[in-house]
Structures are given as structure tokens and as C-alpha cells.
């Protein structure tokens, strides 16, 4: 049993450390262990009830005293020249201390409300309580603003991009950086309101046509919040960082483990590698090493980076660029697993049988040298028997082990059945201007699906082991559909003439079946649309309710530290697991692991709106030259207001009106997803194909707007819809209008028998 200090013990040891506080440096201090450290708990709770101590994020030091360290900010200089800092930390009782902070010749000139980092030493007897030593200034405190910019006969104004933002910006003459009435613009705040009542900026950089490309994304991250600035004192943690050697790590440098990205990759977080498994209890098996950066290392627990890391949750990627979760130190230098250059990292040995099911794993901390970094297109097509000089010596070796390792586990993969969505990405090809040239579609290789089920293999093995330790971690949850999305989908189906079972469980192969009967059909694109929409959003969770799309009991995500927060938790949660050093999972963490995982899967759901967006303002840019053209397409969505259509050639979803159909009222049916005229009969519904002409496109917004041409191959009716028009056209319209207007009611009536019973 451990012996418990007295509160006096206690005390003195606090004031003689006062930068390691906590109640587990505390418990560490004194030997305190087990179910001692409610005793202590106990006692730091008296003490602190007694005003001896002051408890802030798990630390206790004297509510009197300023720490040795802490964040200033920086006050207007006094009559003399003198600065004196404000201190952000001060929780004392009676007066503020008065801190002079002392620069040196070499300190960077400092003003008022900057905030710094600085080092702080008592002097008694002064007319100040502290001097100040400065250790960094951290990144401006000025708040940013992206807006256009209106010129006025003062200076101008500043009206912001993102429609939250209500209030508008005054800028003085010699602030304006000679910008241009109507430009977009960024700026910071420059002051205190003015005489309107508004806030003052000051122009920092004129970014020029609001439609021009290089304000695309520029103006996604601001509306989605997304910090696109590091911190001076963030920048300055990662440029200290050193690469490690071997202590302490198992030395895998002469694995011949390879990276495989896209060709554009800017960092590389995961390495592979696979041979025959010459374990004679597993004929025809293979061993699999995938090898992630260790970022652990680098970003510790508390440190600045590790808080400007967790308060991003996630790299965002854009068509011209990448708002990283790291700074370019760590994420395209130290971290990245670089071509013969020996880096940190955290891998795993997987052996799996000739089936592709997992036998067992085994992580390992090392330290590893990339053989190559490769891309997908050079190693597909050196598997297909067209390698390059690059590939060529690693063809045999290399190569085709890991495609033989991957063949293993896609027998694993059918028969696990996961979600098998058949939905071709569109990528956006941009000239070095940042002009759209083209939309083409992302190649969909075996080398893609080769990393992938390599990742997945890791990620299951890095949950599995954490569960059988019992470490805590953030597991990657999605649960399966909603009844009534389920019931949307069913809807869906069998207006195509198709079915999907009802009264079991709901498995992944039963969505499987639905779309394998759709494929090679024309509602082949609905109906796997409708299926990702029935689906239910992924999230983070530190409870395991596991993975419904992939069909998958435990899963967590741990192959992209640079880029994914989640990842970086499941790394610590395996150092602390296997006691592989000190920056590790820190109780602090643990205890607030559900409010982290909110957090990081809101960030992921930021993103990926804001990625949405600049894909749709890109979209409308490349189509607004095209205004008055002809599209094919197919409707997407139904609202009370209109029909939304995916357009076949871009992907990109445009709206036709409701109030350009037709002169007729039109019913709007939430349930079956239908828009009837009230005298043609005329129905939309998801799924039907159309003819449209683009009749308008904003850049800035992303909006396009469509004028309906054609329905089902059925020209719309002159005059769109008005009584007493006759026509051929018209006639076929109306004919096929009540034809689907049969099948939906059909459909509504069998619903609504079902339900009464």
C-alpha cells in the first residue's frame, strides 16, 4: 500500500514543480498507485475546497502565482515605450500582477494585442511583480475575413463571403492594399470597432475575381471554419522535430516494404509488403507487413501541435490544394515514409491463410527505409506485364507477392460481403492556372483495391488487439439503415421493379443482391444511389458498435496519422497497450475520448461539406461557358421547389424549378419522392431520365440552374403544361406521366394495406 503525503507535502511539492501539476504527476511524484489514488483524489478535493488550490484541465498549482511559463498578451506600449503584458492565465485573487516584458535586440518588434509565450521570473521590491522573457510569439490573435470588397469614399467596406456572417467591415484608406471595388479579398482585424459600430481590418492579401480559380477553395475553408494558418508556436514545435534513430524500435529497414500512392501525392503514410508465409501449418498462405508512420512521436500529448491537430480532426483536400492536419515539417517531411530515407513507424505482421482469413498479428515500433515510392498506374500495369524501370527489379519480389497476398483476401472479402456500391468518382483535372480542363473519371485499378483491403486487414488487427488489451481507443462505427430509410429504399426498388427483402436481419448481402439484380440495367445509377443514401453517416465512438458497410465486428481507423486524428489516438492507445514509451494515451485523453470523437467526426462532416462545395463551384465555373448547351441526365432528388438532376457527362447536380415545368400546380408527395402536375399528370421522380438545357451558372454560389427539355426520351409539351395543349409529344408525355403515376400509387395503396394490418 502506497503511502499517502500529507497536504502540506503536498503543497510544498506543487510550488517546487510548478509545470507538472497534474493529479497523475502528483500520483507519479509520490509512488501513488491503484486505489490509493482516490485517497489522493480525495485530498487535492479538500484542498482545493480550502482555497489552498485552484483545479484547471486536471492541474493544481497556486491560484496566486503565475507559472514560470505562460501566454501573454501584449498591452499598448506606456508613455516611456515600456511593454507590458496582460497575462491570459491569471486566476488570482485582488490584482492583476504587472508583467514588464523585457525583448531583446534579436525578439521580433512586438504591438499591442499580440500574444506571446514567455518566460516569467518574480522580482519583488519593483514598481512590476514579473518581467518577461519572450520564448515565442504566437500566431497573430487577429481575427480573418474573407469578403468583397466596396470601395467608399473613406477606405471601403468589407461584406463576407459566408452568409452567417452578418456584420460587415470597415477598412481605412491606407489599409486597403489598393484593392479594387468588387474584389475578394482577406483581411484581419485591425482595432477596436470604429465610429459605425463596426469592426476595423486591415486588407492582407486581394485575391481578385470572385469567380477566379484560386478563390474556389479559398472560399469553401472560410465558410466552413476550416483553419488554413498554422500558429507561429504550432510551426515552431514541428521545425524543432528531429528524425529518430533505432533506440528502442525493432529495426525493419531492410523489409523491402514500398509506398503506393496516386502520382500527385504529396506525403506518404503507409508501406507494404508481403511474402509466401513458410510456416508449414499454412500451405499457400502469405505474411502481410504494413508499416504507418509513427506521428506519436512527434506530436505529443498537450503539445502545441497535438492541440492544433485535434482542434482540425482531419487533412482537407481540395482540387488545387491541401489544408493539412500537420504542418508541412511533420506531414511531407519526418512523417512521410520517404524513398530511402530511414523513418519512424508503427507495423504490423499479419498472417493470413490461403483463403485470406486473418490467423494473427503482431505490432511491432520500428524503424523502416522505403524500397520505393510507386504509384498505382506504374505498379498495375507492371502486374500486367508492362513494368518500368522503376518497377522492373521490384516485379518479382515485390510486386507480385503483394498482388498474390491481395488475391488471398478478396476470397476473404466475398465471402464477408461487404457493402459493394458501384458509383465512379469524378475527378476534377485543373491547368496550372487553376482552370478546370476537364472531369474525368478516377481509375478504379486492382493496385487501389490491393491498399485498401491492406488497410482494412490493419485497421481490424489495430482494434482487435486494443480490445483484447483493453486499451481504450476511438472506434470507426456505422451502424446500419434507419427503418425508414430502409422502407425509402424498398419504395425505391420496386417502382424499378425490383425487391428487397423485409422480415430478417438486415446484412450487407441481402443491399448486395438488390444491387447485383439492378447492374447492367437502366436503374443500375438509382439504385445505387438510393442505396448510399439509405445508408447511415460513419462516425467516431469510443463504445464499439461496429462497422454495418463493411461488415465488420471491430474497427478503428489507424493507417493515416497525418492526415486523421482518430488514427493518431489508436497510435498512443497501442504505445501505452505495449509499453513502448511515454507518449503514450494520457488519462486526460481517455477521459475526454467521447467528447474528442464528436468533435473529429463533426470536423470529418465539416470537410467533406466544404470539399463538396469547391466541387460544385469548380463545376459550375467549367459549365457557366457553356450556358444554353443540352444535357443528358438523370433526376437525383425531388423537392416541394424542384427536381434535381445529375448530369451524366460532369456529375455535377443542377435544379430545375418547379416554376419552369409548366403553368400548372404541382403536387409534391414527400413519401413516394414525386412532383405531379395538377392537370397534365405529368410525374418526376428520382431516377427517371432527362433532357436539359443549362439556362444559368454561378461560380461563387455553385449553383446551375436547368430548364426541362425532355422526360423518359419524351419531349416536353409546348408551352409546358398549359390546358388544351395537344400535341404527339404532349400525348407521350402524358401517357408515360400516367403510367408512373399508376406504379406510384400502386405502390402507396400496398404501404398503406400493410400498415392498417
Known amino acids: 500500500m502506497s503511502r499517502i503525503p500529507s497536504k502540506a507535502e503536498i503543497l510544498d511539492w506543487i510550488s517546487a514543480n510548478p509545470t507538472h501539476t497534474s493529479k497523475r504527476d502528483i500520483a507519479k511524484a509520490f509512488g501513488i498507485k491503484g486505489a490509493d489514488r482516490i485517497d489522493l483524489k480525495r485530498i487535492l478535493k479538500e484542498l482545493e475546497a480550502e ?25 499598448a506600449p506606456n508613455e516611456d515605450g515600456d511593454l507590458y503584458g496582460r497575462p491570459l492565465e491569471w486566476h488570482g485573487e485582488g490584482v492583476e500582477p504587472i508583467i514588464l516584458i523585457l525583448p531583446k535586440a534579436s525578439d521580433p518588434a512586438l504591438g499591442e494585442g499580440d500574444k506571446i509565450l514567455a518566460k516569467l521570473q518574480a522580482v519583488p521590491d519593483q514598481d512590476h511583480n514579473y518581467e518577461a522573457r519572450l520564448i515565442h510569439r504566437i500566431g497573430t490573435s487577429a481575427k480573418r475575413v474573407l469578403g468583397i470588397f466596396r470601395a467608399g469614399s473613406e477606405g471601403g467596406r468589407i461584406v463576407p463571403i459566408d452568409k452567417a456572417a452578418s456584420t460587415e467591415w470597415t477598412v481605412a484608406p491606407d489599409a486597403a492594399k489598393d484593392a479594387r471595388d468588387g ?197 498495375q500495369e507492371a502486374q500486367d506485364g508492362s513494368p518500368n524501370e522503376k518497377t522492373a527489379p521490384l516485379l518479382e519480389d515485390v510486386i507480385k507477392p503483394l498482388f498474390a497476398a491481395y488475391k488471398a483476401l478478396t476470397r476473404a472479402r466475398a465471402e464477408r460481403e461487404p457493402l459493394d456500391l458501384d458509383l465512379p468518382e469524378r475527378k476534377i483535372v485543373l491547368d496550372d492556372d487553376g482552370h478546370v480542363t476537364s472531369v474525368a473519371f478516377r481509375d478504379r485499378l486492382d493496385a487501389h483495391k490491393l491498399i485498401e483491403e491492406f488497410m482494412i486487414l490493419a485497421n481490424v488487427a489495430a482494434a482487435e488487439t486494443l480490445i ?20 425509402a429504399l424498398r419504395e425505391t426498388a420496386r417502382a424499378a421493379g425490383l425487391n428487397l427483402a423485409k422480415g430478417q436481419v438486415l446484412q450487407t448481402r441481402h443491399l448486395n443482391a438488390l444491387l447485383n439484380h439492378a447492374a447492367g440495367t437502366d ?191 419524351a419531349p416536353m409539351p409546348s408551352g409546358g403544361g398549359q390546358r388544351g395543349r395537344r400535341s404527339p409529344a404532349g400525348r407521350t408525355v402524358k401517357r408515360k406521366a400516367a403510367k408512373s403515376k399508376h406504379k406510384t400509387a400502386k405502390v402507396k395503396r400496398k404501404v398503406e394495406r400493410k400498415r392498417r394490418k
Not at 254 to 260: A, E, Q, R, S
Not at 284 to 307: E, F, K, M, N, Q
Not at 528 to 544: D, G
Request: glycine share 8%.
Open 51 to 75: 482555497g489552498h488550490l485552484q483545479k484547471r484541465k486536471k492541474t493544481y498549482r497556486d491560484p496566486d502565482q503565475l507559472p514560470p511559463v505562460t501566454v501573454l498578451q501584449v498591452k
Open 183 to 379: 474584389e475578394l479579398v482577406e483581411a484581419e482585424q485591425a482595432g477596436p470597432k470604429g465610429r459605425m459600430g463596426l469592426p476595423r481590418a486591415r486588407i492582407v492579401e486581394r485575391l481578385g475575381d470572385p469567380a477566379a480559380p484560386k478563390a474556389v477553395s479559398l472560399i469553401a475553408i472560410h465558410q466552413h471554419g476550416i483553419p488554413d494558418h498554422f500558429p507561429d508556436k504550432v510551426v515552431a514545435e514541428a521545425d524543432t522535430a528531429k528524425p529518430m534513430g533505432l533506440k528502442g524500435r525493432e529495426d525493419l529497414r531492410d523489409l523491402p516494404l514500398v509506398t503506393i500512392d496516386p502520382a500527385d501525392a504529396r506525403d506518404h503514410d503507409d508501406a507494404c509488403f508481403a511474402h509466401a508465409d513458410d510456416d508449414p501449418k499454412n500451405p499457400g498462405g502469405h505474411v502481410i507487413w504494413v508499416a504507418i508512420a509513427d506521428v506519436a512521436t512527434y506530436v505529443r500529448p498537450g503539445s502545441a501541435l497535438d492541440r492544433e491537430a485535434r482542434k482540425r480532426g482531419n487533412s482537407s483536400y481540395f482540387p488545387d490544394r491541401v489544408v493539412p492536419m500537420l504542418p508541412d515539417r511533420l506531414s511531407g517531411d519526418l512523417c512521410s515514409l520517404h524513398e530511402g530515407v530511414p523513418r519512424a513507424c508503427i507495423a504490423v505482421r499479419m498472417q493470413v491463410d490461403a483463403e485470406g482469413n486473418k490467423l494473427g498479428h503482431k505490432f511491432v515500433r520500428g524503424l523502416m527505409r522505403s524500397a520505393a515510392s510507386l504509384n498505382y498506374a506504374e505498379v
Open 468 to 487: 483484447q488489451k483493453r486499451s481504450p481507443l476511438l472506434f470507426r462505427v456505422h451502424e446500419e439503415p434507419a427503418p425508414e430509410r430502409l422502407e
Open 523 to 713: 436503374d443500375a445509377e438509382l439504385i445505387n444511389i438510393s442505396t448510399l443514401r439509405s445508408m447511415q453517416q460513419a462516425y467516431y465512438n469510443p463504445e464499439n458498435f461496429g462497422h454495418f458497410g463493411l461488415a465488420l465486428r471491430n474497427y478503428a481507423h489507424f493507417t493515416s496519422p497525418i492526415r486523421r486524428y482518430a488514427d493518431l489516438i489508436v497510435h498512443r492507445s497501442l504505445i501505452s497497450a505495449h509499453g513502448w514509451g511515454n507518449d503514450g494515451l494520457t488519462e486526460e485523453e481517455i477521459e475526454r475520448l467521447e467528447e474528442t470523437a464528436t468533435h473529429i467526426s463533426d470536423t470529418e462532416r465539416r470537410s467533406m461539406i466544404a470539399e463538396r462545395d469547391t466541387t460544385d463551384r469548380y463545376l459550375a465555373s467549367y459549365l457557366s461557358e457553356r450556358v444554353g448547351n443540352e444535357f443528358e441526365g438523370r433526376i437525383s432528388g425531388i423537392a416541394r421547389f424542384g427536381a434535381f438532376v445529375k448530369l451524366d457527362e460532369t456529375g455535377a447536380d443542377g435544379l430545375v424549378p418547379v416554376r419552369s415545368i409548366g403553368r400548372e400546380f404541382f403536387h409534391f408527395d414527400p413519401q413516394a419522392g414525386t412532383l405531379t402536375g395538377s392537370d397534365t399528370g405529368l410525374t418526376l421522380a428520382i431516377g427517371q431520365r432527362v433532357t436539359v438545357r443549362l439556362t444559368q451558372a454561378a461560380p461563387v454560389t455553385g449553383g446551375l440552374e436547368l430548364e426541362l427539355l425532355a422526360l423518359e426520351n
